[in-house]
């Protein structure tokens, strides 16, 4: 049983370090992000919900969080989202509302 229990810790761990961030396919890195971006989680009539992220890329058409491939992800809640960014090195910075519903919108900070 302890057997089973650190197999199945260990693989939580490595996906965790293998796990990273897409925005229509291209991978999020300081390369090609500044020190800031800015995500606006749309919801599902299911309550799950998708990240539509700003990183200071010259189109936002399909700007969501995706796989490598282009597809895109959903989360089940935006604290679902908030912990893959967290784990990929950033951190919430600020929460504000915009428009006439108060939606809100998450400004990120690079972590490392």
């Known amino acids: 049983m302890k057997?089973?229990?650190?197999?199945?810790?260990?693989?939580?761990?490595?996906?965790?370090?293998?796990?990273?961030?897409?925005?229509e396919g291209v991978e999020l890195q300081p390369t090609n992000t500044g020190h800031y971006i800015e995500?606006?989680?749309?919801?599902?009539?299911?309550?799950?919900?998708?990240?539509?992220?700003?990183?200071g890329q010259p189109t936002g058409q399909n700007d969501y969080v995706?796989?490598?491939?282009?597809?895109?992800?959903?989360?089940r809640s935006?604290?679902?989202g908030l912990n893959i960014f967290y784990a990929n090195g950033w951190?919430?910075?600020?929460?504000?509302?915009?428009?006439?519903?108060?939606?809100r919108r998450y400004l990120l900070k690079r972590r490392f």
Request: charge should be negative; hydrophobic fraction near 45%.
């Open 78 to 80: 935006v604290v679902d």
């Open 3 to 23: 057997k089973l229990l650190l197999i199945a810790l260990y693989a939580g761990f490595m996906h965790t370090l293998n796990a990273q961030i897409y925005v």
């Open 39 to 55: 995500i606006d989680p749309a919801f599902r009539s299911d309550g799950h919900c998708i990240f539509h992220v700003d990183y």
């Open 66 to 75: 995706s796989d490598a491939q282009g597809r895109r992800l959903d989360f």
């Open 91 to 103: 951190e919430v910075e600020t929460v504000y509302s915009v428009g006439n519903n108060n939606a």
